[in-house]
């Protein structure tokens, strides 16, 4: 510990310049005369010694007056010392005191007598009501984003004490080394000397990043700068009951898509890992739709210890709206991650805007007839995708505001009026496909669609391509390139047709990255966040938020065959040939019809989720003529939040900036009319299920965790207390100094009165 950080306030010492204040006085006080020797003059001169000794009660007397303000400059840094001596002393000084209370759900563990969570609560009212009035107190919510509960330290305990009453249960995960660097950075700016942070927790190690050492060394640089270290305790409330039982845990759903249309089956999946036993055991899962149970849709598993076990579900809506679907498990030791949710989006239908850039009089010969003719291959009154064609000439925005995706089939080229349409409606949360063929204009597609600050088009066309004469089994699709979940059913390992198809002619194009606003790594709708995303671009010189270009398929020969990548809040795709049969045989194949709705779909699903994570905020398309002051977001807790409405060319929308906890969120009008079903609108929050390994601290982790004095783990408030005042006790002494600053401005007086009335003759 540095000298400075023996002062509280050591910019205070900056003061210590006015030492120089009493020497200036002196220096200018002393006058200069005239000397004129006259006879009687030898008689009045002092001796040598008597001027020695008044010069000396003059330096005297100057550095009295100098300590004078030494004294008052160290005083107003307010010094402090440490040691057991102090404890008595320091029992009694203010603190600051932030408590740190984990709110995660492996909290609310079922142990004797209590939950942690319970002792927690009970530990922290207990430990308010030791604090004195002087202390000021600030609670933080640690969760995966720690919540500061109080806009400001506050210094009324029962106001605390009622915050703490108003806490959410647990959910989630607690990022607890976040939030004790968070309770270091508000207590670097605290007005006491004593300041505390108290976390009560279960001791979990999920959380604690004690297998980061790199952070911990940044959290000790930031430590070791500030005047006054506060001391961290960490109090153990599970009292050594975490996970000492079996524990069961449902993972997150997985949709087949989260944007459906009525009677479109979704397929639902999702894992349960069993841990903490010994022995097989039997579970059921249970299908929840919009939170009512469906008891024909129940599936009981075996399970084995430390094993999981797939379930699937598959379910069909008829009605249009967003739906919660929940996976859920009888509780057990641990109800935290016993239920799994996830909304769908379900629509009338999927409407699609087709241009056809090569249509011809015989329609059979039009580049979007197989097109057009699979996507009402249903024959049904209410088709899943209700398609529109019509020619590049035929084009508006009034056309094609209406519409989810838009197919740009090889058309010739594109003015600027129909990029920045298209540019628009992708920003807004669309999707855009290019289907390519010989009517391109490869150099007008470059400079339009590809140059900087447009990116519309997720490629750069090099050259037209064909089938070498020597192809034993022709050129096709690479069966192991199709990944993406939409895509793996057409694999020919999952028997699909896909790769049976022979591509006689396609474009070659190069795929750059461009750059990207993320820190995960690239996908084609997942790289950038929806905070990301509200960014409105409605000027035509802005560049949008884009994703880095992702190769969905390939061909037998690596070249890219479907590339896609979000741009704005939604997508933008290339198919490298044509969606006709001119240049391949796949309409002749069985998968083609699943394949286009399937990508479609994929390019409507809506980039900001209805599916989200914790911190994400939350967005929703709405009519243009919606009263926002008459709705509301619900929060998991059912606190009442408002809306922000956004203006967007293609569709109004409203936002929730923030979603501080897991779990469902709706939005919901706030009075329902007359004869309203006032049916939500459903988010799901999802949150980190690793916190259902309920493994606790280990003592080597715990020893690395307090070391150089960082962390001090506590067993109850008694060894609290006790330690509290320990042989690292501090105190000020600033009061200390002010006295002694009295003293000596008694002696600074007395010195100089008694040198203005007679020091020089007794002194002579």
């Known amino acids: 510990m540095t000298v400075l950080n023996s002062f509280l306030n050591p910019w205070m010492l900056a003061g210590l310049a006015g030492l120089l204040l009493p020497v200036i006085a002196h220096l200018l006080s002393r006058k200069k005369y005239d000397q004129v020797d006259w006879g009687a003059m030898q008689f009045l001169e002092l001796d040598p ?36 001596w102090l404890g008595g002393m320091a029992s009694t000084e203010p603190r600051d005191v932030v408590l740190v209370i984990d709110g995660s759900y492996s909290m609310d563990w079922d142990s004797q007598p209590a939950s ?47 915050t703490l009453n108003e806490l959410p249960a647990p959910s989630g995960t607690a990022d607890l080394a976040a939030a004790v660097k968070r309770a270091v950075q508000i207590l670097s700016v605290g007005t006491n000397l004593h300041r505390e942070v108290v976390v009560f927790t279960d001791l979990q190690a999920y959380g604690w990043k004690a297998d980061d050492p790199a952070w911990w060394s940044r959290f000790d640089d930031t430590r070791s700068q500030l005047p006054v270290s506060p001391r961290i305790w960490v109090v153990d409330a599970a009292q050594g009951e975490l996970g000492h039982a079996a524990n069961f845990t449902i993972e997150r759903i997985q949709l087949s898509r989260e944007m459906a249309v009525r009677g479109l089956p979704i397929k639902i999946a999702s894992k349960v890992k069993y841990s903490g036993g010994d022995a097989p055991f039997t579970r059921k899962v249970y299908l929840e739709i919009d939170q009512q149970r469906l008891n024909d849709q129940t599936v009981q598993l075996k399970l084995t210890p430390e094993g999981e076990t797939s379930v699937d579900f598959e379910y069909r809506f008829e009605s249009p709206g967003t739906h919660l679907i929940s996976l859920v498990l009888d509780n057990d030791a641990l109800p935290g991650d016993n239920r799994a949710d996830a909304v769908v989006t379900v629509a009338e239908s999927l409407p699609v805007l087709l241009i056809d850039g090569d249509h011809r009089p015989d329609p059979t010969k039009s580049e979007t007839y197989f097109a057009k003719a699979a996507l009402l291959a249903t024959g049904d009154d209410h088709p899943w995708i209700k398609a529109t064609v019509i020619t590049p000439d035929e084009f508006t925005i009034e056309r094609l505001k209406p519409m989810s995706v838009a197919v740009v089939a090889n058309v010739e080229t594109l003015n600027e009026s129909v990029i920045e349409a298209l540019r628009q409606f992708a920003i807004s949360c669309h999707g855009v496909l290019f289907t390519l063929g010989d009517k391109v204009d490869k150099d007008r597609y470059r400079e339009m669609l590809f140059k900087a600050g447009a990116e519309l088009f997720p490629c750069r066309l090099e050259s037209l391509a064909a089938e070498e004469t020597n192809e034993k089994r022709g050129v096709r699709i690479a069966s192991n390139s199709l990944e993406l979940s939409w895509l793996r059913p057409f ?29 995960g790594p690239p996908t084609a709708k997942n790289d950038l966040t929806d905070d990301e995303l509200v960014v409105q671009t409605d000027a035509a010189h802005e560049s949008p938020l884009v994703g880095n270009a992702v190769v969905e398929a390939r061909l037998t020969n690596g070249d890219p065959l479907l590339i896609a990548r979000r741009f704005g809040r939604g997508t933008t795709a290339v198919l490298t040939s044509s969606l006709d049969a001119d240049w391949n045989t796949l309409p002749a194949k069985q998968d083609y019809v699943p394949f286009l709705h399937e990508l479609l779909f994929s390019l409507a699903s809506p980039t900001t989720s209805r599916n989200t994570e914790v911190g994400s905020p939350l967005l929703l398309v709405v009519p243009a003529n919606l009263k926002i002051g008459e709705f509301q977001f619900l929060t998991p807790t059912n606190e009442s939040l408002p809306a922000e409405k956004l203006d967007d060319p293609f569709q109004p929308m409203v936002r929730l900036r923030t979603t501080a906890l897991p779990g469902v969120y709706r939005f919901i009008r706030k009075s329902p009319l007359p004869n309203e079903l006032n049916r939500p609108e459903y988010f799901a929050v999802n949150f980190d299920r690793a916190e259902s390994n309920v493994t606790p601290l280990t003592l080597a982790q715990r020893e690395f965790l307090s070391d150089q004095d960082r962390l001090k783990f506590i067993a109850d408030l008694l060894d609290l207390r006790q330690n509290m005042f320990a042989e690292d006790s501090r105190a000020e002494f600033w009061w200390l100094l002010l006295y002694v600053f009295l003293g000596s401005l008694a002696i600074e007086t007395w010195m100089t009165r008694r040198m203005v009335r007679g020091g020089y003759s007794d002194g002579a």
């Open 49 to 84: 010694r008597a001027r020695r000794h008044i010069r000396l009660e003059e330096l005297l007397l100057l550095l009295v007056r100098m300590g004078l303000v030494a004294l008052l400059v160290v005083a107003f840094a307010r010094p402090w010392i440490g040691g057991a």
């Open 116 to 162: 942690p969570r319970v002792q927690s609560l009970q530990l922290a009212r207990q430990f308010l009501n030791e604090l004195r009035s002087s202390d000021t107190i600030q609670i933080i919510d640690a969760r995966e984003q720690p919540r500061l509960l109080l806009p400001e330290p506050v210094r009324d305990i029962y106001r605390a004490r009622e």
């Open 491 to 519: 694999r020919a390992d999952q028997g699909g047709t896909l790769s049976d198809a022979r591509w006689s002619r396609w474009w070659k194009v190069a795929v750059p990255d461009l750059p990207v606003r993320s820190s």
